[in-house]
């Protein structure tokens, strides 16, 4: 999962470097037609596969939430239509579950960035040791996310944990709603900011020298440089960045569940999921949250694409 | 790419299409039985003193489950909704005999081997494996919580609610270790501690019958005053919101604490790592709400059912009513420190002269593993049942939802909050 932003980012940005063709719009040389044929061609396994083991489901999901259906009453189920809907969308619950989700995805996004991108900076910048603080830095994204979230509750307990010691405190964290908060957004960016550095450490590379050194000599300085120049360039991995943890964050259930079951208002949207579809065995409901979950992030990944789009085409020097 | 992965997996578990695996089967039959990982390896030992009892027709082989009640739940009902027929005998929670029996994933016990397994058995225990006047789980272990003090600080211990706040306040006066633990965070535990309070108070969570809300505005009140004044008093540690059975046990061998509510396992335990704190625990019934009237406490444990898809029920039903014997329940207690569920045990020498290791100034000591058997055996034959419904799962969330924080509760408010929670699970639809 990891290589795919790296290349596409990468992909993404050449493809922006390349000088528009003259006559973009001319019907395509049979040479092309044949070119893309062959790629359809070659993609073709991959997409059969794709749609068997995605789309069934998927379809499969969207028909039960459309049911009555509970695991525990085998007989009793009834086409009920958008009424599993109704309920989960009339129900305050859901809507308090996803501003709590919306908050937790944006705050730790954000801070991810900027510690990210400073991580990134750091790691294309270092002139020694470069594999070694590379590979350092990528030692919390290598643990297990439950094991993080476990670890990270036990430091911040009050009797077994070493926070309160160190800050000489007597804090019990996950008895309020914002240290909760703190707690959880603290154990989420400490352990992906790394996959979010190493994003835009690729999207550092992407940056010319000579783009750079020729600010320089222009008289721009620092600030300067990263504003106009650095940035800019890297706008499209920062997206694919972007759009990778947003994707992630808001389906963010390991950590809640392990450190506060969602007591203390931190319940996410994929907890409910959980609750009603395992816990409660009611699949028609429970499908019908997850359905919702789905087109969530059917949105956000729209709106980042669109946000692209607009990105490539003014890079290209299109007019958007 | 993910999401999508993550939704075939839910759709994948929703179909029950996780593998069953087949035995091969010769001569006599064996019987899977399926419960979670007994780490003394007493369950082990009765099934195997039982396959030999059985003298060739049958032979019983244990397969684990987790250890977490919620995941051997999931686990389980996986392989049930999809008509698993190697599940032949199940180890069940008190609390699911309902649910299980109305899918159809339990079957009812035949006349005489439902005789035979409640004989002598506490009430409350057959009352736990029965649904619908059936007795569809036999009562294999049981458990409640006590009252655990120090006898360096409380001469006398607390009888009620009431007691406990007012000792702990005069301890703290003083300047002695005062906390009282329990357990408040957002789960079934907290579900224990209402139940227990309410059933105390006189009131109900349902209807006799179990299909309607009861929830009295009355003794729902007096519960939920007990609970908001423990959880405000300046004695109860400030992360009682998320505190469980374990947290407490490991600030009672800390020594900061004066009362405990909490199961029995707390005592090897306490003698092991705390021997200095452990000569002077002692153990009290569970505090009452009201003084003339003694506490009733929320019953836990074990029942063993035969899966409904089981492809040698009889048999099955001769191995549970084998297992759950009373040389068995011995074995459990002595080895595994699980407290019977056959009354008359609880004066049996085996049991009551049994004692455990402890390790006391680098010397191993005698420590007698059942001391509260006299306590236990009376607040068990009084013990309640928690709300037997095939809904049981959504009115426990309900409960918990409702309840949690209970420093936050308005015992008339939340009384009337509850009400419509518990109604609202007893349908089955909206989320909770």
Redo the contacts between chains.
Sequence with gaps: MTAIPATGGVELARTGETKPEATPRVAMTSRARSERKLGWMLCAPAVTVMLLVTAYPIGYAIWLSLQRYDLRFPNDHAFVGLRNYGAVLGNSLWWQDLTNTLVITVLSVVIELVLGFLLAFVMHRAIFGRAVVRSSVLVPYGIITVVAAFAWRFAFDPTTGFVNGLLGTNRSWFTERWSSYFVIIFTEVWKTTPFMSLLLLAGFTLVPNDAVDAARVDGAGAYQRLRYIIIPLMKPAILVALLFRTLDAFRIFDTIYVQTRGAQDTESVSIIGYQTLISRLNLGLGSAVSVLIFACVLIIAFAFVKGFGTNLAQQRGESP | ???????????????GLTACGGGGESGAPTLKWYVYHEPSGAFAEAAAACTKAAGGKYSIKPVDLPNNA?EQR?QL?RRL?AHDGSIDIIGMDVIWTA?FA???WIKPFPASEADAVSKGRLKPAVKSGTFQHKLFAAPFNSNAEMLWYRTDLTKDPPKTWNDVLTQAAALRKAGKPDQILGQG???EGLVVWFTSLLESAGGHVLSADGTKVSLKQGPTEKALRIMRDISRSPST??????ARED?GR??WE?GGAAFMTNYSFVWPSANTNAPDIAKNMRWARFPAVDAGTPSKVAIGGFNLGVGGYSKHPDLAFQAVSCLVGEKNQIVNATKGGLLPVSQSLYDNKELTDATTDATVDGKTVKVRSFPYADVIKQELADAVVRPQT??Y??VS?AIARTL??TKGIDPAKDAKRLRDAVTRALK?????
Excluded: C, S
């Design positions: 790419m993910r999401t999508a992965a993550a939704l075939a997996a839910a759709a994948l578990l929703a179909t919620d999931e009902v909704a649910e109305e899918a159809g965070q957002r789960y540690p400030a992360n009682f919101a998320t947290d490991l600030a800390k095939p809904y799962n959504d969330l949690h924080p089955g639809e909206g989320l909770l």
